[in-house]
Nanobody, 127 residues
């Protein structure tokens, strides 16, 4: 088990940018596929972006392609989500998740595949 702590959320105007960070403790992040998920009020949780253990395989939800970038810095046990051109519909609580797996290229997209979650950080995009 690892502990995940998200940071970097806040209030931003439409068109602005935010960078979310997820710091992993308890074990090194290098053995984990990492994902960012979000849950808007009244909606189900959805995957936003996933990065493989190897760091070169990615998944992006269609609505964030070209605007969001997931990256990892295992030396710092940290995963990032750079969010540009933010829209009001990006407003949600964003969660970081980790799943230890042997396949370095695996990019799990379903939240059910993850067994480690952070507490979430809220992102609010005003119009």
């Amino acid at each position: 088990q690892v502990q995940l702590v998200e940071s970097g959320g806040g209030l931003v105007q439409a068109g602005g940018s935010l960078t979310l960070s997820c710091t992993v403790s308890g074990r090194t992040s290098g053995g984990y596929a990492m994902g960012w998920f979000r849950q808007a009020s009244g909606k189900e949780r959805e995957p936003v972006a996933v990065i493989s253990r190897s760091g070169d395989q990615f998944y992006y939800e269609d609505s964030v392609k070209g605007r969001f970038t997931i990256s990892r810095e295992d030396a710092k046990n940290t995963v990032y989500l750079q969010m540009n051109s933010l829209k009001p519909e990006d407003t949600a609580v964003y969660y970081c998740a980790a799943r230890r797996h042997w396949d370095t290229m695996w990019t799990p997209k379903s939240g059910e595949l993850y067994d480690n979650w952070g507490q979430g950080t809220r992102v609010t995009v005003s119009s």
